[in-house]
């Protein structure tokens, strides 16, 4: 049986049990406040403690929400058993009702069945995915890579212009062939576009991967599972600016608010390429970057206190960015020429390992 | 030779013969405000008039951005040159530069490049992707569709959950195989997952596209393919709100800022398929209704006077939107259980043709 299934009865049986033994029901959530997130430096991962908090049934204050927990299990339970797969959304609407003879709703809005998935989630401790939760989905991928999903052979090398969708659930996806040096993740489109038609990834042997900003689940997903059952390196490319080495950090450790799946979507070994701020200097974009923002200095100011941004050299380059309040875009690179990016910039920085850790 | 090079190298011979003649260089440019855009109820579609205004080298007023466009048109021949495609991000910072001794830049931002491209489109007749300028990416598709893309050769069918991702150019692709009764374009991702995980294309020898939101112009060019050159029914299925039946009204007639390109981005035949407001009687969705804000009560107020919204059918949805100040999203198909959906609302639609015009 599938884990899903089986955490999912499991939780179902302890709460029949607690009633037939005319206990108090209850479930045991993890708590996923700032207070309980830390960083793991022998890991490199974000990870939840272990402060929880019960919710009991005959309790005025927790009753409707513990309700509400079940009501989402149930409903996984369901999805698991037809096996469909649905939207965050979608569980909203399915459970929406009114209680007969009241004004009272099981849910008023999306913002109450939300957090009850990442409860599950963190209780069961298993991923949403795998509760047939589809998050957003956002990403692209090429490569010289031969997969299976849903019984379709898809060959990643093979999609013309466009590559491949990435889905929000990669949980049950084969990789059938996997013929790669390493893993490029690229925050701008427009980058991979150039890459993907300078047939970057065939002559320098890597996967491509766009996240299109900040990276969808499914998209650190699959790159976890790439990295780590290949054993492939995952080189991160981002704008130099605060916001894009926070989609880097968030692909690497995890995110504050996703804490406890970690394990799951980071990918601790990833290592990031560029845009610095140094680069501005050795390549010659000052021409080409832009004013940083309040938000983003602001920002900035914040990352030089996360343990997780405390090596050097990215204290240097959030410093940097702080004192000459610049920033700048991996379109900048063009400013040199199209193929800049391609022929010059990434083989200089692969070929030499300057990567930041 | 390809149309786009040959237009642009006239531009430069029609430039040159100027200079050589002593004359005043000029580009005569269609205007694009909305005073010279018009509803064409004989074709169907948003189309620009025939006001032009032209645009001096000699004239302190235009000189710089004479020469703004003459610089764009160039980089775009260059790109042809070398067959490159790029963004316009790309494009603003390829051609920034400062002027020598001087503080003067040749543009200062990306909007002053943009509307370059833009008049260079509507000046030239041919579309921005013609020119090798990349849109934004977005939208999926799946479907008995067999095409080939930049020699590749692919499966519409064969690409498991994830789809075929609409690259923003779609100008070459070949159409190899096209197996299909009808086109149905979706704006919600969450609604496409669920019909291509109930195989709904397969059953219904259907093509799928959702749009993920308003349409990208990759996306509506490739719709327009397909539907003309294949002669195949279109039909839309947006949320019951102003916001999705304009999503709509831009794939069938084409929207105010691009009127020059409906020809080739708009799709006259595309018929509405659903969400109406009449649907929530209709189908028992009440509960499932959402409060319509003051922003789209107000955009419907607008769109009861657009001339392409004037079928009584249209107006009858509007002044229900006005009315009630409900609306309803394709999820809440959701309530009356997942597969409502794919059973029952859309094949009774589709079988009793209840279309909106």
Redesign the interface.
Known sequence: MKEAKKKLEQLGEKTLNEINRNENPNIEIPIRSLSNVTYDAKTKMLTIGDKTAKRYFFNVAHAKKFMQTLMVAAFCKELQDQN????L??L???L???FPNSQENTFDEQSESDPMVVDLEVTLDILREQLHL?A??RG?VVGNVI????G???DWG????????????VEE?IFKKVKADYILVIEK??SF??LH?DKFWQKQKAILVTTQGQSARGTRRLIQRLATEFNLPVYVFTDADSYGWYIYSVIKYGSISLAHVSDRLGTPNAKFLGLTISDIDEFGLK??TIKAEEVDIKRAQEMLKYEWFQAPEWQKELKLMIQRKIKA?L?????K???FITETYLPKKIKNKEFLP
């Open positions: 469909l797969h649905t939207s959304r979608d909203f609407y399915v929406k009702r009114t589809n957003d989905i692209r997969i299976e999903d849903r379709d052979v898809i093979k999609l013309g212009s466009g590559g491949w969708a990435i889905p929000s659930n996806i489109n427009a576009e150039r038609e021409n080409f875009e379109e900048a690179l063009s400013g020429g199209l193929k």
